[in-house]
T-cell receptor, first 115, second 113 residues
Framework: DAGVIQSPRHEVTEMGQEVTLRCKPISGHNSLFWYRQTMMRGLELLIYFNNNVPIDDSGMPEDRFSAKMPNASFSTLKIQPSEPRDSAVYFCASSLRQGGSYEQYFGPGTRLTVT | GENVEQHPSTLSVQEGDSAVIKCTYS??????FPWYKQELGKGPQLIID?????GEKKDQRIAVTLNKTAKHFSLHITETQPEDSAVYFC????????????FGPGTSLSVIP
């Protein structure tokens, strides 16, 4: 398996622009997570889905952030409008939550820079 | 909700020495405690996990211990090697299969050759 695939790997954009991050989870996994990592706040869970349904979005910073999972093999995290404080590495992870298994497989991350 | 604390935030050891990272959690209902290793430029990767019905688990040079009464768990790495240098995260949860796992703030481990 190719693992969790994220695109783009790097994104540089100007303040006020819309940014869309993409994630393809491991085939067969039923849970998907979006994390943000910064030096100041560490690894923060933004939102997670179970069977394509958002279960907990309490970590989403504000209305500028939105996430969708239209099918089992694709998810997006959108920031509109972007701000310099959104600069971070965004990770997508997937998991097969079955039979007590909770291991999360992380993608390589998208490094976002907002100028 | 669950809160996970982790100490130390940075740790430097000589190659061959042992390294210990400690975590505490707040929710006594948590029953799964994984440890992830993040190498530079990569996403975290699971290295070992332990469930609440087990007090200790070992896998080659790494071991994890759990004290449910005190709500703390630890990662032990013996005979450290330079390739052990990374950021290590502990985590706790979930109570149900729909619940989330909460990560600690991370420990940056440096192994000096």
């Amino acid at each position: 398996d190719a693992g969790v695939i994220q695109s783009p790997r790097h994104e540089v954009t100007e303040m006020g622009q819309e940014v869309t991050l993409r994630c393809k989870p491991i085939s067969g996994h039923n849970s998907l997570f979006w994390y943000r990592q910064t030096m100041m706040r560490g690894l923060e869970l933004l939102i997670y889905f179970n069977n394509n349904v958002p279960i907990d979005d309490s970590g989403m910073p504000e209305d500028r952030f939105s996430a969708k999972m239209p099918n089992a093999s694709f998810s997006t995290l959108k920031i509109q409008p972007s701000e310099p404080r959104d600069s971070a590495v965004y990770f997508c992870a997937s998991s097969l939550r079955q039979g007590g298994s909770y291991e999360q497989y992380f993608g390589p991350g998208t490094r976002l820079t907002v100028t | 909700g669950e809160n996970v604390e982790q100490h130390p935030s940075t740790l430097s050891v000589q190659e061959g020495d042992s390294a210990v990272i400690k975590c505490t959690y707040s929710d006594s209902a948590s029953n799964y405690f994984p440890w992830y290793k993040q190498e530079l430029g990569k996403g975290p990767q699971l290295i070992i996990d332990i469930r609440s019905n087990v007090g200790e688990k070992k896998d080659q040079r790494i071991a994890v211990t759990l004290n449910k009464t005190a709500k703390h768990f630890s990662l032990h790495i013996t005979e450290t090697q330079p390739e052990d240098s990374a950021v290590y995260f502990c985590a706790a949860g979930p109570k149900t299969s729909y619940d989330k796992v909460i990560f600690g703030p991370g420990t940056s481990l440096s192994v000096i050759p």
